[in-house]
């Protein structure tokens, strides 16, 4: 079945360092692609998508390419923040009509001042 | 802005007790999820429900739960038989027919002692 695997965490970062947290899926027909973002005591918050092969989807500073010879959708920012500190998860909507969501398990990212 | 609101944010009941937890999805949306998150894990997918009725449901969503939407505006999830292994945050989410993602709301923590 479809799947998201992402790299390990915990992640941890100087103020103003460069973030890549990597993503990859398997998964039949064309997926959607998601992060989203989990803040200590929080809900899950989108981040980002992308829908289709080469878009590209940005937020907030974050960004993310849709690679399908790579199935990946790693996540980047060029400058984190410590208002960055917080759990990604990678997610992929099944292209079945239901539109659930497959998560990966997380990563979690700390940054220090 | 529209949000997925869940009551209540913290929930402590006993093995063996019946819980049900509420969500109210954003008002215009017409598929509804629940997911839950035990502590450290994956988000994992539980059900989706649309048009009245259960259009997928995991291998999780076994006969001690239950979904329903009693009135148009309130979707519930309810276990009947709480174990331990159900302590967990719970998710619900709410998707319009044109969206591509999924708005979550805050969760509930359920705690079973």
């Known amino acids: 079945g479809d799947s998201v695997t992402q790299m390990e965490g915990p992640v941890t970062l100087s103020e103003e360092a460069f973030l890549t947290i990597n993503c990859t899926y398997t998964a039949t027909g064309y997926p959607s692609l998601f992060w989203y973002v989990q803040y200590p005591g929080e809900g899950l918050q989108l981040l980002l998508k992308a829908t289709k092969a080469d878009d590209k989807g940005s937020n907030k500073g974050f960004e ?22 917080a759990v990604y998860f990678c997610a992929l909507r099944s292209s079945g009509n239901t539109g659930k969501l497959i998560f990966g398990q997380g990563t979690t990212l700390q940054v220090k001042p | 802005e529209p949000e997925v609101t869940q009551t209540p944010s913290h929930q402590v009941t006993q093995m063996g007790q019946e819980v049900i937890l509420r969500c109210v999805p954003i008002s215009n949306h017409l598929y509804f999820y629940w997911y839950r998150q035990i502590l450290g894990q994956k988000v994992e997918f539980l059900v989706s429900f649309y048009n009245n009725e259960i259009s997928e449901k995991s291998e999780i969503f076994d006969d001690q739960f239950s979904v329903e939407r009693p009135d148009g505006s309130n979707f519930t999830l309810k276990i009947r038989s709480t174990k331990l292994e159900d302590s967990a945050m719970y998710f619900c989410a709410s998707k319009g027919q044109t969206n591509t ?11 079973v002692v």
């Open chain 1, 64 to 85: 993310a390419t849709y690679r399908k010879e790579t199935t990946s959708f790693h996540l980047e920012k060029g400058s984190v923040q410590v208002s960055d500190s």
């Open chain 2, 101 to 111: 993602e999924a708005f979550f709301g805050q969760g509930t923590r359920l705690t």
